[in-house]
T-cell receptor, first 115, second 112 residues
């Protein structure tokens, strides 16, 4: 069966420090991969999505970047964190090629607090 | 562009009462719709999905949702609330580029 792993579960970082959040998927090949952010009291905002290695689409201008160095690995990064980067970050995958009928499967998230 | 609107950021019910969480969608094409549940400090778990096969969709944990094209709605219901249903619920629509667009969520509280 497919599983998705995100780490770390929680992270406290000072303003101006770098960030690296990692997400890996097991049990499937060629997935679509997504990074979402959930701020307190708000819905989910799509940050990045990827349909293949090295193929990243950014949804909103921001202080973050994403990379996909391997088929089932998705990394969210920042060179210098801002206070506004605090939030709950969720990685997700879906079946590529199943188009609209494939739901997203989410990891357990990373709670990031920038101080 | 596709979008969803969830009416009511908070809903409170008594244990055993009917649960009704509202979702209206906007889509220029036949929509694919989803309901997710999120428990505190966890990721989202799929409750059910509508992919045009049947208008009444049954999901996990006794939840179901009915697709009504005339009302552009996809409301989530459960006949009898349980304390364990307390969570945040998200409605979502998939857009033409295979991305999922989420509503702002509804927090469900269940009182004994």
């Amino acid at each position: 069966s497919q599983t998705i792993h995100q780490w770390p579960a929680t992270l406290v970082q000072p303003v101006g420090s770098p960030l690296s959040l990692e997400c890996t998927v097991e049990g499937t090949s060629n997935p679509n991969l997504y990074w979402y952010r959930q701020a307190a009291g708000r819905g989910l905002q799509l940050l990045f999505y990827s349909v293949g290695i090295g193929q990243i689409s950014s949804e909103v201008p921001q202080n973050l970047s994403a990379s996909r160095p391997q088929d089932r690995q998705f990394i969210l990064s920042s060179k210098k964190l801002l206070l506004s980067d605090s939030g709950f970050y969720l990685c997700a995958w879906s079946v590529r090629g199943a188009a609209s009928v494939s739901p997203l499967h989410f990891g357990n998230g990373t709670r990031l607090t920038v101080t | 562009a596709q979008s969803v609107t969830q009416l009511g950021s908070h809903v409170s019910v008594s244990e055993g009462a009917l649960v009704l969480l509202r979702c209206n969608y906007s889509s220029s094409v036949p929509p694919y719709l989803f309901w997710y549940v999120q428990y505190p400090n966890q990721g989202l778990q799929l409750l059910l999905k509508y992919t045009s096969a049947a208008t009444l969709v049954k999901g996990i944990n006794g939840f179901e949702a009915e697709f009504k094209k005339s009302e552009t709605s996809f409301h989530l219901t459960k006949p009898s609330a349980h304390m364990s249903d307390a969570a945040e619920y998200f409605c979502a629509v998939r857009d033409h580029t295979d991305k999922l667009i989420f509503g702002t969520g509804t927090r469900l509280q269940v009182f004994p």
